[in-house]
């Protein structure tokens, strides 16, 4: 069975650092979207891809943080720099494409923690 | 925007019991809402969705209900085992947006840990 691969699974690192995550999402799949859960809370959308254009990044903080999916497949979302706040777990998730109903698929997600 | 509650934040039951996770939303534009399980350290699972066009949706120990009107929707998990111990999220998605290349994000709730005890 297909499924979203991301990488790395865990990223430590120091603030002010950089770092950037890794998204495949399931082939075929046209829209990916980029969440940040923070533990004990639901998955908040920080980037919606349709192929290869920003739909929505109302909620991606742009200063510093930035995601691309320039062929429309996979996707890297990276974080310039890193904050004591930015430690969360990123989900990378897809879907056929955006009709309501299209069942999104998440990866194993990106444990990123801040020192 | 849309803005999705869940309650309650935990639930514990007894092996066998039953155990309903409650969801209202806001915005009546709302017509999908899937539900997730996501278990300690894994990926969220879909384990079943609505649409609006329909009051309830059964599919063996798990069942959902909508209530348009009153904007809510329920998980119901019956017979419940250890294993369906996990953090349970609702969502709420609009249809596909009329003008092209804008979103259509699914709005979570925060979460019911659900801990069926054996």
């Known amino acids: 069975e297909a499924e979203v691969a991301q990488s790395p699974r865990y990223k430590i690192t120091e603030k002010s650092q950089a770092v950037a995550f890794w998204c495949d999402p399931i082939?075929?799949?046209?829209?990916l979207y980029w969440y940040r859960q923070i533990l004990g809370q639901g998955p908040e959308l920080l980037v919606q891809?349709?192929?290869?254009?920003?739909?929505?990044d109302s909620q991606l903080p742009k200063d510093r943080f930035s995601a691309e999916r320039l062929k429309g497949v996979d996707s890297t979302l990276k974080i310039q720099p890193a904050e004591l706040g930015d430690s969360a777990m990123y989900l990378c998730?897809?879907?056929?494409?955006?009709?309501?109903?299209?069942?999104?698929?998440f990866g194993p997600g990106t444990r990123l923690t801040v020192l | 925007g849309e803005n999705v509650e869940q309650h309650p934040s935990t639930l514990s039951v007894q092996e066998g019991d039953s155990a309903v996770i409650k969801c209202t939303y806001s915005?009546?534009?709302?017509?999908?809402f899937p539900w997730y399980k996501q278990e300690l350290g894994k990926r969220p699972q879909l384990i079943i969705d609505?649409?609006?066009?329909?009051g309830e949706k059964k599919d063996q120990r798990i069942a959902v209900t909508l209530n348009k009107t009153a904007k809510h929707f329920s998980l119901h998990i019956t017979e419940t085992q250890p294993e369906d111990s996990a953090v349970y999220f609702c969502?709420?998605?609009?249809?596909?947006?009329?003008?092209?290349?804008?979103?259509?994000?699914?709005?979570f709730g925060t979460g019911t840990s659900l801990t069926v005890i054996p």
């Open positions: 891809f349709q192929d290869e254009s920003v739909v929505d």
């Open positions: 082939s075929g799949h046209a829209t």
């Open positions: 915005d009546s534009a709302s017509n999908y």
């Open positions: 609505i649409r609006s066009n329909v």
């Open positions: 998730a897809s879907s056929l494409g955006s009709l309501s109903y299209n069942e999104q698929f």
């Open positions: 969502a709420a998605r609009q249809s596909a947006p009329a003008v092209a290349n804008t979103g259509n994000q699914f709005y």
